[in-house]
């Protein structure tokens, strides 16, 4: 007899009540399974079951998302790359009521398929020298995380990382269709996350693939519709409500620009930023090429998409890459940070991950918070708020470029632009030039070998990092050395011999 893999909610809830690791696909609300993290909490609260689970995710899936499931009775670890889109787990972690690690966003997503082929782990030299090296923390969040996930290992006289594989139980994934045998396409998904090495890793785990869609078709899907065959499913679940459960964004409930392509420019993307992230994003944008691979982070980088789609003769042959899998078109601005609009192409996320990891682009462009006199960089700690590397720690690795942009002091800082002239009217109250980050989300160390070209854009100057050591190359105009720059910072930097002083 075929197995029915339609589910009602109470068969759901019955089938996940013993589930002690649940893996979770999606990029803030793109791609997240909304209504199964829903019916997981409303199983925890009706019957205290499931319990003490460990949940694991690349991007944190949001808006609620993963804070559905916060609570220190039913999340006893959580395994994931960002917590700064969920505030609620991020609650429990900072306050030692589950344990927690935060690991680069790639590396978790490429560990899927290291546990779906019966591998040990992943072995990188990703995270190195970062915090995420067991010689400075190995991912660990707070006092109550006291297990190694990942080790350091030797191959041929050379240091490695090794990302322990471990067994998951349960997975949950958000679809586009299913069909009357179960096999699901993802067609109107916005991004593809890593949906199909989760769920192989689920199965060589003997566990459990279900998945939400927002619509079944009759009959049977053709083979090219197919993202997710039947065999990798055990069940399917049709959302109730597509602008409650089932959004393409934050903002969209449905948005056909996010996953179609055309030339035409979109309204939605008329900035509105501070004149200090206006003057960030122009002085970047004229360090890149024409013909470049470039990824973009979140914050001031996606204004430099922005503004690049917006000089289409300059840069038509520019192609652009998010962490989520999207590639080309104009990015979305936060809390929808992850989507494109009029994007090129789709990727699964490991499989963008690769690239990145392989060396395929020419540029990353990145914010910070704050910078040392050694070049370390991090963005993982803002305050006493943790959030993470998310792809941070991946997208630094192999890329030939790095261009960290971001305000030269925070909380306050006030920019005018008179003509050419730069004018501070007011400084942050938080310098971001110190003596010793909080946290190394980027470390230099590994990236000397590979003579890669390192900067920091803010709205008054340029620094390079060249072998460990921080090098003012260019000031600009109306700015002052010692008033603007040399005072705001807790070290001073080297001046280059052929510093650049516009005037």
Same mark, same amino acid.
């Given at each position: ?5 339609? %589910? ?24 997240? @399974? ?13 019957? +205290?079951?499931?319990? &003490? ?12 998302? %993963?804070?559905?499931?916060? #609570? @220190? *009775?039913? /999340? ?27 690991? @680069? ?14 591998? !040990? ?63 699901? +396409?993802? *067609? ?57 459960? #089932?959004? #393409?964004?934050?903002?969209? #409930? ?28 122009? *002085?970047?944008?004229?360090? $890149? ?16 998409? $922005? ?5 289409? *003769? ?20 936060? !809390? ?28 990353? /462009? ?9 070049? &370390? ?43 050419? &002239? ?31 070209? /390192? ?21 600009? !105009? ?22 650049? /002083?516009?005037?």
């Amino acid at each position: 007899m075929e197995m029915i893999k339609k %589910l009602t909610k109470n068969k759901f809830i019955y089938s996940i009540k013993d589930s002690k690791s649940i893996a979770i696909a999606g990029f803030r609300w793109s791609g997240t @399974p909304q209504l199964l993290l829903k019916l997981i909490r409303r199983s925890f609260d009706d019957d +205290s079951k499931p319990n &003490n689970i460990t949940i694991i995710f690349t991007s944190s899936a949001t808006d609620p998302g %993963l804070d559905h499931l916060a #609570h @220190p *009775k039913l /999340i006893s670890c959580s395994i994931g790359s960002y917590y700064g889109s969920i505030p609620k787990i991020r609650s429990l972690v900072q306050r030692n009521l589950i344990k927690a690690y935060s690991l @680069p966003q790639g590396q978790i997503s490429l560990l899927f398929r290291e546990i779906a082929r019966g591998s !040990p782990g992943l072995i990188s030299k990703v995270g190195m020298n970062t915090y995420i090296d067991p010689r400075l923390g190995g991912g660990k969040l707070n006092n109550l995380t006291k297990d190694n996930l990942v080790k350091h290992i030797s191959l041929e006289n050379e240091s490695f990382l090794l990302f322990k594989s471990f067994k998951i139980d349960t997975v949950l994934i958000r679809g586009s269709v299913a069909d009357d045998k179960g096999n699901i +396409s993802m *067609k109107n998904e916005p991004v593809r996350t890593e949906f199909l090495s989760m769920a192989q890793a689920a199965k060589s785990s003997n566990g459990k693939v279900f998945v939400q869609v927002a619509e079944q078709v009759k009959g049977i899907l053709q083979p090219f519709e197919i993202d997710l065959p039947s065999h990798l499913i055990d069940g399917y679940l049709i959302v109730d409500s597509i602008e409650k459960e #089932h959004r #393409h964004t934050n903002k969209y #409930h449905f948005n056909d620009k996010f996953i179609t392509n055309s030339d035409s420019l979109v309204d939605q993307n008329k900035t509105n930023d501070p004149i200090y992230k206006s003057i960030i994003a122009e *002085k970047t944008i004229s360090l $890149v090429k024409d013909n470049s691979k470039v990824i973009l982070g979140q914050g001031v980088p996606e204004l430099v998409g $922005v503004l690049a789609r917006k000089k289409v *003769k300059k840069f038509k042959n520019l192609t652009t890459f998010m962490e989520s899998g999207v590639i080309g078109g104009i990015p979305e601005r936060r !809390p929808d940070f992850g989507v494109s609009f009029n994007p090129n192409a789709f990727l699964a996320q490991d499989n963008q991950f690769v690239g990145f990891n392989g060396g395929h682009m020419d540029m990353a /462009i990145l914010s910070f918070v704050e910078f040392d006199q050694y070049g &370390n960089v991090n963005v993982s700690i803002l305050g006493d708020r943790y959030f993470g590397c998310g792809g941070y720690i991946d997208i630094c690795y192999a890329v030939s470029t790095i261009i960290f942009v971001g305000s030269f002091t925070a909380k306050g800082l006030k920019v005018e632009k008179r003509k050419k &002239n730069i004018c501070i009217l007011k400084e942050g109250e938080i310098k971001k030039g110190v003596n010793k980050v909080k946290e190394v989300t980027f470390s230099p160390v590994e990236n000397n070998k590979k003579e890669k070209k /390192i900067y920091i854009i803010t709205e008054r100057c340029i620094f390079a990092i060249e072998n460990e050591t921080v090098i003012l190359k260019e000031v600009y !105009p109306g700015i002052d050395f010692e008033k603007d720059i040399f005072d705001e910072m807790e070290f001073k930097p080297l001046i280059d011999k052929n510093l650049i /002083i516009n005037n």
